[in-house]
């Protein structure tokens, strides 16, 4: 489980093809604290929760499921791109975003992107069978990033990333046109499972 809440921009430093498909990366971070992470630790790269399966100084290597690579950002990754990082919540962590499975939903396009003041507004747009899960002033992971959103229309939705988001994370840098990683806010998720149940 996860908050949201970046703690480094990491750099992909290798992509290794695997059996049946499956690849290895390996992850450069200059800020995370991986002194605290143990083989077989959690941690979110662009909102994909992986597996550390190796550990070396400053650098950790997980493995990409054909799943993950068929569903996510992930199988368009290259050595180089910077990717969002956030190590698993731990007991006691402060929950500063929403709860985040990491488990990623589908893939988001970045239509537009408009100065808003300090803010920068950012306009996506998710497949078609996600937007019932995306609601005004809910929660909405990005790239791992957690978000509010202010404005939904159809399968669009508004979100605005202020100036210390922008900084601290890969989404300041992204283009129309660029794709992103959606986890929809897992009480939604719940809420229309057990909708059935109360008839």
């Known amino acids: 489980m996860f908050t949201g809440i970046i703690q480094d921009v990491g750099l992909i430093s290798a992509i290794d093809s695997g059996k049946a498909g499956e690849r290895r990366v390996a992850i450069r971070c200059p800020r995370l604290d991986l002194t605290r992470c143990v083989l077989g630790d959690s941690i979110a790269v662009a909102g994909i929760c992986l597996t550390v399966i190796d550990l070396q100084s400053g650098v950790f290597a997980a493995e990409v499921s054909r799943e993950t690579l068929a569903v996510t950002t992930s199988g368009a990754w290259q050595v180089g791109q910077r ?46 069978p996600l937007a019932r899960y995306i609601a005004r002033k809910g929660s909405v992971t990005l790239d791992g990033v957690s978000l509010t959103v202010n404005a939904v229309e159809g399968a669009q939705f508004d979100v605005n990333l202020i100036p210390h988001t922008q900084a601290v994370t890969t989404l300041g840098a992204l283009a129309p046109g660029a794709r992103a990683n959606i986890e929809v806010d897992l009480m939604a998720r719940y809420a229309e499972r057990l909708m059935p149940a109360m008839d």
């Open 83 to 128: 990717v969002n990082l956030e190590p698993a919540l731990r007991m006691g962590d402060a929950l500063g975003g929403h709860l985040v499975s990491g488990h990623v939903d589908g893939v988001a396009e970045l239509l537009a992107c408009v100065q808003d003041v300090g803010s920068l507004r950012m306009q996506w747009r998710v497949p078609a």
